[in-house]
């Protein structure tokens, strides 16, 4: 799951998002950046992952802020984006698309209840 038509057999993640067309907004390009850091040089085969973990981080932060403000719209459009990366990345496999997607749903569902 590492080789990407175009990018090379070690392409990274930064590399594969950056290939995604139509790019996001300027904005929304930097919080992407942002959320995933380090995780940028991480192999696209750990493209998945690495974005619902991303997500991950920031809803649970948005969650955490309860002074949250109408600034942070963005950062929900991000976890957003993160998301439909990872989906993206994994339907690239559709044999496995079902398993993944479930998985995304349940992991996001156990962020809910661990608020709740």
């Known amino acids: 799951?590492?080789?990407?038509?175009?990018?090379?057999?070690?392409?990274?993640?930064?590399?594969?998002?950056a290939s995604r067309t139509p790019p996001p907004p300027s904005l929304l390009r930097s919080r992407l950046t942002d959320a995933l850091?380090?995780?940028?040089?991480?192999?696209?085969?750990?493209a998945e992952r690495v974005c619902l973990e991303a997500a991950e981080r920031v809803l649970e932060r948005l969650v955490d802020?309860?002074?949250?403000?109408?600034?942070?719209?963005?950062?929900?459009?991000?976890?957003?984006?993160?998301?439909?990366?990872?989906?993206?990345?994994?339907?690239?496999?559709?044999e496995d698309f079902e398993e993944h997607a479930s998985g995304a749903i349940e992991r996001f569902g156990r962020l809910s209840e661990a608020r709740g």
Not at 1 to 17: E, I, K, S
Not at 37 to 46: C, I, P, T
Not at 84 to 92: D, I, N, V, W
């Open 37 to 46: 850091g380090d995780e940028l040089s991480r192999e696209v085969g750990e």
């Open 65 to 94: 802020d309860s002074a949250a403000t109408r600034q942070e719209a963005v950062d929900l459009l991000a976890a957003d984006a993160l998301v439909t990366y990872a989906l993206e990345r994994a339907a690239e496999h559709p």
């Open 1 to 17: 799951m590492n080789d990407v038509p175009g990018l090379g057999d070690r392409a990274t993640v930064g590399a594969w998002l």
